[in-house]
């Protein structure tokens, strides 16, 4: 386990807390509770409102789907769980202990307070959400275009193999020329 000073060096570094000063990011040590997650312990469970924010410190977490399939593998150092806690929705995954992880939990409801009384603190944070976001965006935009051009690249592939396949229209119905 990280020592404070360690701890507060590691947290300044986290890009949901870029920008906050030492005493904002001491508070939030004070305000978490640290601990060792074990494998297979589950932190959180779909189709349930996050009550706290993960920051994973060490170790390893799995994201899985709500029918258990793996969906990424979770290094440090990383936030969890900022989009319920923030918002207040449902998660669509379940974060598990995939080998020996330390984490900080910070409370929801503390947070939130914590937020509130240091308005500075509340306004970097949500800009740096923001950043989170749209680099979250950006991302999925990069991985749909991939996409779309590897759907368009088996289309074309098919139609060579099956020309005038009546399943080709309805799987791509914009072709029709």
Known sequence: MLDDVRLVKVLLDVPLFEDLDYQQIQALIDLGDRRTVQPGEVLSEPRTIDDSLIVLLDGKLRLESARGEVLDHLHPVRVIGEMGVFTGQIRSTRVVGDEAADV??????????????????????????????YGRIYDVNQEVESLRSQVAQLKDRVQALSPGDPLLDQLFPESEE
């Open 104 to 133: 900080l939990l910070l409370s929801s409801e503390g947070f939130d307070e914590m937020l509130e009384e240091d308005p500075q603190m509340g306004n970097h944070v949500l800009a740096n959400l923001i950043k989170l976001l």
